[in-house]
């Protein structure tokens, strides 16, 4: 499975809240302070910075933890 993803791209990740979607705003290739931790992120192992479809709750994830999403965001 491919886990290069584009910002843009329409995905979806499991959250305590249950299955969330949302688009990525960007690829984070290096360490990076988000919220109250620090995304151990590199260019072999990024991380994507989210947003929630419907709350825009900002998220970050690896790209393991992502699911393309056929279609557009609503």
Known sequence: MDLNFNVG???S???EAGRIRGT???KITSPTKFKTYVAR?????PQYLLK???TGHLAMHKGS???TIAG???
Do not use: F, M, T, Y
Request: proline share 4%; no cysteine; aromatic share 4%.
């Open 9 to 11: 791209d329409h995905v």
């Open 41 to 45: 992120a590199s260019k072999a192992e």
């Open 52 to 54: 929630g479809d419907k």
């Open 72 to 74: 557009r965001p609503r």
């Open 24 to 26: 990525i705003q960007k």
């Open 13 to 15: 990740w499991n959250s």
């Open 65 to 67: 933890a992502l699911r």
